[in-house]
Nanobody, 124 residues
Framework: QVQLVESGGGLVQAGGSLRLSCAASGSIFSINAMGWYRQAPGKQRELVAR???????NYADSVKGRVTISRDNAKNTVYLQMNSLKPEDTAVYYC??????????????????WGQGTLVTVSS
C-alpha cells in the first residue's frame, strides 16, 4: 500500500502565497514522476506542474512564472510553491505519483497513486 498525504492548502488573499506539500509513504521501492493537479468547481482536473525523478519540470501555461515544483527524494515528498495567487487558482489540488512498490523485490509493481486533495481558496 502506498499513500500520498497533502498539506498546506487554505484561504489566501489574491497576490498571496501558499506552499503545498505531499508526502508518500508505504512499501515504496522508487518514485518516478510526481505532480500536482487541480480541479475547480464544474471543471475538469488539470495538470498544474510535474517533476521527474531526475528533476525535469513542466508547468501549465496558466501558472508559469508563479509556481515552482520541487521534490525531496530522500523524504519522498513533492512541494508546490505558489506565488502571486489569483482567484482563478481556487481549486482542490491533488498530488499524483508514479510509484514502484511492493512488499518485496519479487513482487514489485507500478502504481499510479493520488492524494486525497487539499483545498486552495484565493479571495479577491
Amino acid at each position: 500500500q502506498v499513500q500520498l498525504v497533502e498539506s498546506g492548502g487554505g484561504l489566501v488573499q489574491a497576490g498571496g502565497s501558499l506552499r503545498l506539500s505531499c508526502a508518500a509513504s508505504g512499501s515504496i521501492f522508487s518514485i518516478n514522476a510526481m505532480g500536482w493537479y487541480r480541479q475547480a468547481p464544474g471543471k475538469q482536473r488539470e495538470l498544474v506542474a510535474r517533476i521527474t525523478s531526475g528533476g525535469s519540470t513542466n508547468y501549465a501555461d496558466s501558472v508559469k512564472g508563479r509556481v515552482t515544483i520541487s521534490r525531496d527524494n530522500a523524504k519522498n515528498t513533492v512541494y508546490l510553491q505558489m506565488n502571486s495567487l489569483k482567484p482563478e487558482d481556487t481549486a482542490v489540488y491533488y498530488c499524483n505519483a508514479g510509484v514502484v512498490a511492493g512488499p518485496g523485490l519479487a513482487s514489485l509493481r507500478y502504481l499510479e497513486v493520488w492524494g486525497q486533495g487539499t483545498l486552495v481558496t484565493v479571495s479577491s
